[in-house]
Structure formats: structure tokens, C-alpha cells
């Protein structure tokens, strides 16, 4: 058994199923152009035939990544698998990925069809595959409640069609740990031919135990795991990459297989990928969580101070946490601006992106003196989430907020090429800012959530605003940065409504 364990990210596409987690192509690129500092071995890109958006992203991260393979996913049909094809051709290494389920309630419910169906229609969907790849995945859908016999079966039949990879997904987060290792172990000494196959895992954690699930499934033999950052994904969520890559890396007295991850990249990519859902973090979350290596009491700080490894089984610094130096400052060039972006991983597109992103950190620096790695960072993030989205642009705005009178906030947009100017009152500054936008748009969007958050220390600190909206069924998120929270709030709002304005007529792909 090889002792590489593959890690398979799935944030591009998993992760992105969850509500209002959607992402343009801009966006995907930057994403994935981290998940490839990170070192992960595997990127699955998206859905192609989803939406002729969902085909553009894909297309796009696959011209651009240079070392990860580029898997798109498709469901067993010709149609699916001839459109991810078309969409990775640009790929220096590709991979198809395509699903049918084994479950008696899927096969019976869902597709209506029977069993030895289901097995012919697997073994067609990786015949296909191989036409355009020698890298074909195949994953039967609801394995953790299919029967073991049958799952047997299908397995040995795409194996033997020239399926590579073999993925065992707990679609519905139902298994516990020891039976999720036990079923990956019964499986590989099982199917006749499963040393021609990597056996792969895929949980998901409506139990919360899609990490625990997939180190047992590591320890009992899989050696692809199929996880996202920050554990996004599909309801509550896919196996967290973070924490399935420090366990293994942690406990390698338990693991006879490593991962090929720069660790120190971690947290970078989860940062990212926050700040480009608008997911945030939970503060008591394991390695990328604000408090993971903070020690609150006494008697721990204590420990640490005399000996870190008194309570600290990793070092912050080896998942990311470096001191958030401060870099650069008012007075600071072009050159110094692009370079410690480059070290950050950002790399500029061309001489004209250069000069605007400069411009616009220079009105930052003029407002905040310091400039921190997470100002750089938020200020990209900010340029390009917004590029694509141009329905509606901020010019201006102004508020008056003073106590005892109702604030007031007067904002200037650009809407479909024509500049408009309203004010509106509001029972604070945000709310009037929102209002004053609303009778501009009049998107009808309902605000969900609101959150704000400051992106470094201290009170002159950018605040980044993140916000859920709903129409008609469609969630979407939206972020800003400024050091004025007003402007954040409404820059979030504006990134929001431009996503939620345009028409997506998309596929689900399990549904
Ligand atoms: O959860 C699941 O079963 C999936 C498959 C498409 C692999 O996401
Ligand atoms: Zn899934």
C-alpha cells in the first residue's frame, strides 16, 4: 500500500453547494491558485455542465494551474462527461470524476433504476471517461447506506472498466467512525481487483464526524481523502482540510502515510477562502480558529512560556500564523507594493492591474499608517471579487450620524451605466446607507445576516463586512473592507446585490 496519502480538495465544488457560497470564476482562480501553494494533489474545479458559468470557472482554473491535477465533476452521463472534458482540456493534468448512486432509497427514488442498470451505467460513464483521460475517478454515490454486497460489485466492475480512483462517499454524513474505517477495510480486501485501484473518502459531517470518518477510512486503508477548507461543503459541511492534513501530520506515529501539504500555507488559504464566501471562522475552530493557539488561563500560559509543548501539540507557525508583519506604509513604491504581494502568494495579472490595485493602496495607506499582510491580503481579495460584477458601483457616499437625530445617509451609484444619487433615513447609519442603496436597485433582497469584523488590531483597523441576502429562494454572501465600516457595509451590500442580479439558471449535481 503506497504510504503518499492524496489530498483531494473540493471547495470549488462541494464547498461551494453550500447556501450562498457561490463563487464567480474570478474568485475560483484565486482560490485555486492558493489551494496550489498549498501543495493539495488534487482540485476539483466544479460541475461543468451545471451552468455555462459553471463550465467558464472550471475552464479557467484549468488554464491556469500549473501542478494540481484539475478534476471536474460529472454525473455517469455521455453529456456530463463530454462537457468536462471540453472544460479541462486546457489542463496540464486532468482528472474526471463521475458519480452514480448505489443506495437501494437513491437507486430507487431518485434514478428509478434497477441495480444491474446502475452497474452498466457506471461502467459506460468511466469507459467514456477514459477517452479523454487515463485519470478517471469513479464515486457511487451514498456508499455509507448501500449495501456492502452490491457496493462490492460496482466497484469491481469500474475497476475493471479503468476507474483509477474508487470513491467512497457518506453522502448523508450517516456513518460513525468505527464503521466508516471497517466498511473501507471489508471493501478493500473484498473486491477482487482493489489493488488497482486508490480507495478515496468523502464524508460529510452532519454528524460532526466527516474528520473523525475520514482518519479512520485513512488509518483502515484509503489513501485519498476528499476535503475543503474551513470544512465547507454541502449542509453541514465536507471533512476540513486542515484538520485531516494535522492529524495525519501530528500523529504520525499512528499514520503510515504522509501528505505532501506546505502546512505554513494554511491559514493563508483559509483566510481566502472566508473572505471570499463570507463563511467566517468560528473563533473555537481547530487549526484556523482565532483562539486555536491562544491561551486564556493562567496556569497554561505558565506551561507554554516554560515549555511551548506543555499544551501545544503544533506550532502556530508551521499552519500559518505568522506574526501578520507589518510591511509597508505610506511612503512605500510600486516595486516593495507588488513584491510583498508576490511573497503572499498574489500575482497581478498584468501592468494595469498593478497600477490600479496601487492606487487604491495608497488611499489605504493615507487613512491607516501600518499596512499588515491581512490589509494586503483584504485589498486584493476586495479588487477582485468585485471586477467581474459591475452591475452596480459605488461613487460616493455620506452619512450623518449624531445623537438625538435620525441618521442619514446619502449614497451615489452607478446603476446599469447611469449614475443615480438618493438619500434615504434609517435607524442607523448602516440601515440608511442600505435603504438609500435599496431605492436605487430595488433589488427586494432580504438581509439574513450582517457581521463585521476587524481585519487587524487596533481601532484605526480596516472592519470587513459580511453579509448574507435572499431572493426568492437564491442566497448569496458579500464582502467589503474599509477602515470606515459604513463604506465596508456598503461596499458588502453592493458586492451582494451585483451577484444576486445576475439571472443563474444552474444544476445541482445530486439533485
Ligand atoms: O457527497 C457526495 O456523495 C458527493 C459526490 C458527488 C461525490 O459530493
Ligand atoms: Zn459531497
Redesign the pocket.
Known amino acids: 500500500m503506497s504510504d503518499k496519502l492524496i489530498i483531494f480538495d473540493t471547495t470549488l465544488r462541494?464547498g461551494e453547494q453550500s447556501p450562498g457560497a457561490s463563487m464567480t470564476r474570478d474568485e475560483k482562480v484565486l482560490i485555486a491558485k492558493g489551494l496550489e501553494r498549498l501543495g493539495v494533489d488534487v482540485i476539483e474545479a466544479g460541475f461543468p455542465v451545471a451552468s455555462q458559468g459553471d463550465f467558464d470557472s472550471v475552464k479557467a482554473v484549468a488554464d491556469t494551474v500549473e501542478n494540481s491535477i484539475v478534476c471536474g465533476?460529472a454525473r455517469a452521463l455521455v453529456h456530463d462527461i463530454d462537457c468536462a472534458a471540453e472544460a479541462l482540456k486546457g489542463a496540464s493534468r486532468r482528472r474526471i470524476h463521475t458519480?452514480l448512486a448505489t443506495s437501494p432509497i437513491h437507486m430507487k427514488m431518485k434514478l428509478r433504476m434497477e441495480p444491474d442498470q446502475v452497474v452498466e451505467q457506471a461502467v459506460m460513464a468511466v469507459k467514456h471517461a477514459l477517452q479523454y483521460t487515463d485519470d478517471v475517478e469513479f464515486?457511487p454515490?451514498?456508499a455509507g447506506r448501500s449495501d456492502f454486497d452490491f457496493l462490492c460489485r460496482v466497484l469491481e466492475a469500474v475497476i475493471d472498466a479503468g476507474a483509477r480512483t474508487v470513491?467512497i462517499?457518506d453522502?448523508v454524513g450517516y456513518n460513525l467512525p468505527h464503521q466508516f474505517g471497517g466498511l473501507i477495510k471489508r471493501l478493500i480486501e473484498h473486491v477482487p481487483n482493489s489493488d488497482k485501484a486508490v480507495f478515496s473518502v468523502?464524508c460529510?459531517n452532519d454528524l460532526g464526524v466527516a474528520v473523525a470518518n475520514s482518519l479512520s477510512a485513512v488509518a483502515h486503508g484509503a489513501r485519498q481523502v476528499e476535503c475543503t477548507i474551513n470544512g465547507l461543503g454541502?449542509r453541514a459541511g465536507n471533512a476540513a482540510l486542515e484538520e485531516v492534513v494535522m492529524a495525519v501530520r501530528t500523529r504520525q506515529d499512528l499514520f503510515s502515510c504522509q501528505v505532501n501539504i506546505d502546512t505554513t500555507q494554511i491559514v493563508p488559504c483559509s483566510r481566502l477562502v472566508s473572505g471570499i464566501t463570507g463563511f467566517a471562522v468560528q473563533p473555537n475552530k481547530a487549526i484556523v480558529g482565532a483562539n486555536a493557539f491562544s491561551h486564556e488561563s493562567g496556569i497554561h500560559q505558565d506551561g507554554v512560556l516554560k515549555n511551548r509543548e506543555t499544551y501545544e501539540i503544533m506550532r502556530a507557525e508551521d499552519v500559518g500564523w505568522s506574526a501578520n508583519r507589518m510591511v509597508l506604509g505610506k511612503h512605500s513604491g510600486r516595486n516593495a507594493f507588488r513584491t510583498r504581494l508576490k511573497e503572499l502568494g498574489f500575482e497581478f495579472d498584468s501592468e494595469e492591474a498593478v497600477n490600479s490595485a496601487f492606487v487604491q493602496f495608497k488611499a489605504l495607506a493615507d487613512k491607516k499608517h501600518e499596512i499588515y499582510d491581512d490589509d494586503l491580503m483584504a485589498l486584493v481579495t476586495d479588487i477582485s471579487i468585485t471586477a467581474e460584477n459591475e452591475c452596480v458601483k459605488l461613487i460616493s457616499l455620506k452619512v450623518c450620524s449624531e445623537t438625538g437625530e435620525t441618521p442619514q445617509a446619502a449614497v451615489t451609484l452607478m446603476f446599469n451605466g447611469e449614475e443615480k444619487k438618493r438619500e434615504s433615513f434609517g435607524s442607523g447609519p448602516v440601515d440608511a446607507t442600505y435603504k438609500a442603496i435599496e431605492s436605487i436597485v430595488a433589488s427586494g433582497v432580504k438581509l439574513q445576516i450582517y457581521s463585521v469584523n476587524n481585519i487587524t488590531k487596533g481601532t484605526d483597523s480596516q472592519g470587513e463586512v459580511s453579509v448574507r441576502i435572499e431572493k426568492e429562494n437564491r442566497v448569496v454572501n458579500g464582502q467589503g473592507a474599509d477602515t470606515d465600516i459604513v463604506m465596508a457595509s456598503a461596499k458588502a451590500y453592493i458586492n451582494a446585490i451585483n451577484k444576486v442580479l445576475v439571472p443563474r439558471d444552474r444544476a445541482h449535481?445530486?439533485v
Do not use: A, G, K
Open positions: 462541494d465533476l458519480f464515486s454515490e451514498d470513491n462517499p453522502t468523502h460529510h454541502e449535481p445530486q
